[in-house]
């Protein structure tokens, strides 16, 4: 039984999927999605909530935020890291922030004000760890037009910053980095059948993440230029290289990072490189 994370994350994480190997369809309105693997079985729940249900063994494993594996303490195994997002491939932040104009310049300068978060029980233990009395609320959205007005600083997720500038606010401090995590029940996990599944989607999701900014590159190459193309390929491995027909051509097949192929194709047709390829890659397993 697989938890999926209902919302923000939901569209990412079906295709996701996908280009591990696994189709997971659902309407939008559809909390039981069709998995098209007779050994799953799912649930589309909140990301705030999967730790809970995989830690009360509801679902064998699930994919979550640390945030809300630290918030709900859930006594759970963290499988892997899967850092993906909505919108980027990098980790987010919860930031406790204030107005730009605000006097206030550490965490400290906030004792006796009003702080509002949807992560209130780490908020919590943020400010109980410096000693600092102040009031959490909980925040149920927007949370980033309630200051000044409502409270006198928020504690919110974000993964590059934008939405704060453009409500004026300024970062005091980071309280957690987070990212998505693939994550089991400890019983689930003891269960070696179970574990082997759970160790399957992980391997599988963790190749598709890291095909996501690569690409396949082959081609055909004069057997003299070899020396100068390898030197020119910063391959993942050592590229696997063929023979031809022609004993003075060799074929050759490499990974590279997607940022670099636009840099790296004039060079290798400058070498003698001809029948140049580029294809994208579902997934690369280490």
């Known amino acids: 039984m697989l938890g999926l994370p209902k919302g923000s994350l939901e569209e990412s994480t079906k295709n996701l999927f996908a280009k591990a190997g696994w189709k997971i369809t659902a309407s939008s309105r559809s909390y039981k999605p069709a998995i098209d693997d007779p050994e799953l079985d799912g649930r589309f729940v909140r990301a705030q909530e999967v730790s809970r249900y995989v830690e009360h063994g509801f679902f064998d494993c699930g994919l979550t935020g640390l945030d809300w594996i630290r918030e709900n303490e859930s006594d759970v195994v963290e499988v892997c890291d899967l850092i993906y997002s909505k919108a980027s491939a990098q980790k987010s932040r919860w930031v406790l922030c204030v107005p730009e104009a605000s006097p206030v310049q550490r965490a400290e300068d906030l004792a006796g004000k009003r ?28 949370t980033e037009v309630k200051v000044p007005d409502l409270v006198d600083a928020i504690v919110d997720i974000t993964e590059t910053g934008s939405s704060l500038r453009a409500n004026k606010l300024r970062i005091v401090d980071t309280l957690l ?68 027909s022609n004993a003075d051509w060799i074929a050759l097949e490499t990974i590279i990072d997607e940022s670099v192929a636009r840099e790296i194709i004039p060079k290798l047709k400058e070498l003698g490189a001809e029948g140049i390829v580029e294809y994208p890659l579902n997934k690369v397993v280490y």
């Open 115 to 142: 702080v509002a978060t949807e992560l209130v029980g780490t908020v919590k233990r943020y400010f109980a760890a410096k000693k600092i009395p102040v009031e959490i609320e909980f925040s149920w959205g927007a």
């Open 177 to 244: 980095e987070t990212n998505t995590k693939l994550i089991a029940n400890q019983a689930s996990w003891a269960n070696p059948a179970k574990r082997r599944k759970i160790e399957t989607i992980a391997l599988l999701l963790r190749g598709a993440l890291e095909a996501e900014s690569k690409v396949g590159l082959k081609m055909n190459a004069p057997k003299k230029s070899l020396d100068a193309i390898l030197a020119a390929i910063p391959a993942l491995r050592n590229p696997t290289i063929s023979p031809l």
